[in-house]
């Protein structure tokens, strides 16, 4: 119920969509309230819905004292959700710690190769990245 999968229980797991699938794994991981959550790209693949339902079933973890650690591409997710990051480069650690760091001068663009616009949620005032077209 927490993903939004009860009403698929009854269907078999081969038959529903790959982002189905990613919803079951992570309720499955749910279920056993692990003390430790690492999860790779836990929101690939899904829709927007189901992308901020599980993001902030992550986030009530972490704030319940559940450790959570996850490898996101989405950075604009990461934004919204995560108090810490890790930035790597070629396997290498560029930056460790807060949002508001993470955000400061050119750190981003010189990591990423694309100059990035930092723009504020009108209502929530979380912060946003938007790739310049050039």
């Known amino acids: 119920e927490q993903v939004g999968m009860a009403g698929f229980s009854n269907r078999p797991y081969p038959n529903i969509s790959g982002g189905e699938q990613k919803l079951v794994l992570l309720a499955k991981m749910f279920a056993q309230d692990p003390e430790v959550l690492l999860l790779d790209e836990p929101i690939a693949t899904l829709d927007a819905g189901h992308a901020l339902r599980v993001m902030k079933l992550l986030r009530e973890r972490a704030e319940g004292g559940k450790t959570v650690i996850a490898v996101m591409h989405d950075l604009n997710q990461a934004l919204a959700h995560c108090n810490r990051f890790l930035l790597l480069r070629q396997g290498g650690q560029l930056f460790?710690?807060?949002?508001?760091?993470?955000?400061?001068?050119?750190?981003?663009?010189?990591?990423?190769?694309?100059?990035?616009?930092?723009?504020?949620?009108?209502?929530?005032?979380?912060?946003?990245?938007?790739?310049?077209?050039?």
């Open 96 to 134: 460790y710690g807060a949002s508001a760091e993470l955000l400061a001068g050119d750190l981003l663009q010189n990591a990423y190769g694309v100059s990035l616009t930092t723009v504020r949620h009108p209502s929530s005032g979380i912060q946003f990245l938007l790739p310049d077209h050039q």
